[in-house]
C-alpha cells in the first residue's frame, strides 16, 4: 500500500542530525585517513577537512560523499539555419573593421536527421549534519584540490579541465541551506545568478525495492518543476538528501529519473568526506527568483551565445574539445556547445 510523505526542509535538518551517527557506521565505504580517487585521478586527503581557503565561504561539514551518474537522453542538433536550437554561427563584428571572429557551432547533423544521443555527467553530493551540496565533480575536484594545498600546477590543470568539459553540470545546489531552503547557484549568460527558494516535496512511498550501489532502495514518488519522477532511496543510509534538488525521504536518494526516462541520476560511488561542505565567493552574483530565472532560462533555450547582448562582452575565449568546444566570455562565464539539444530540468 502506498504512503505519503510531506517532509520540509526543516524537519529534514532535525532527522538529518539526529541520525548523523548512524550514517557514518552504516556506509560502507574507506577511510577518511585514505587518498581518495576516482578514475585515478587523486582529490584530497583527511586533513582538508578542516581547512578554511581564500576565495570560498565555509557552508558546514561534510560526513560522506556520494558520486553519481547523471545521464540525459536527447538529440543531435539540426543544421538546418531554421531550427531555433540556440547554436548556429555566431559571428562577433566590429563596426570599423569588420567580422573578427566568425565560427559554426551547430551540430554534425543534417536538417530532418536529428539522432538519439545520451549525454553523461559525473556530479558529486556531499551530506554533512545540516547541510549538503550537489555540484559537478570537475568543480569539486577543484574545491578539494585548493583545500589540500595541491601545487599550482595541479590546480590549474584541474580548472582548465573543468572549463574545457563540454559535459559540466552547472548549477551548485545547496540542500538546507539556510535552513528550510534550497539554494542554487547558476549560469544564464552572461551572469553568474543565486536565488532560495522553500523546498516541501510531497512524497509517495510506493512498494517497489531494488538494490542501487549496494544498498537495498525504496521506491518513491513526486513531482517537480513540471516533472515526475521515481526515485530509490536506501532507509539504511540515514539521510534525507539526494541528487539535485530531490531531498526529504527517511533515507539516502541513491537514484532518480523522471517518469519519461530523460534524466537520471545513478548512485556509483559512497565515501567518506574528505572536503568541507563550501561555496566559492563570487561579488557577481546577481540575485533573482526561482521562478523568473526557470522562465528566462528556459524561453531562451539554456546558455547560448544568441542570447548574450554584444555590448556585454569585453572578451571572448574559444576552447576546443573532442566534444566541441568552450566559449568563455569576459574571462569567466562559459558557454559550452557539444552540438546537443538542451533538454531544462526544470519545465516550470
Partial sequence: MNKTIICTASV???????VATHAQATIRSITADDILSVKGETVVTAQGMKKNAPNYDRIGDALYEIIYEYHIQTTLQSKDPSSN????RIVIRNHENGTVYSKDLSGDNPAGRDTRVCDTYSTILQVGTKESRFLDYLAFRVDSLTFASAPEEELAKAANEADRSAFYFEPVIFQN?????????????????TYTEKRALEWTVGDGKKEVCGYMCQEARTSYGGRDWI?????????????????????????????EEIHHFTATTI??????????????????Q???FIKRKNESGGNSFDNVPMESITSIDVIKNDN???IKLNGRIPIRTNGHVWVPLELR
Fill in 12 to 18: 529534514c535538518l532535525a532527522l538529518t542530525v539526529s
Fill in 85 to 88: 536550437n540556440g547554436v548556429g
Fill in 177 to 193: 541551506w539556510p535552513e528550510g531552503n534550497l539554494t542554487v547557484d547558476d549560469i544564464y549568460v552572461p551572469g553568474t545568478f
Fill in 231 to 259: 526515485v530509490w532511496y536506501a532507509p539504511e543510509i540515514a539521510s534525507t538528501a539526494g541528487p539535485w534538488k530531490l531531498c526529504g525521504l527517511p533515507g539516502l536518494i541513491l537514484e532518480a529519473q523522471d517518469v
Fill in 271 to 288: 565515501r567518506s568526506a574528505v572536503c568541507a561542505i563550501v561555496r566559492v565567493q563570487d561579488a557577481g552574483r546577481e540575485r533573482t
Fill in 290 to 292: 526561482r521562478d523568473r
Fill in 324 to 326: 566541441g568546444g568552450v
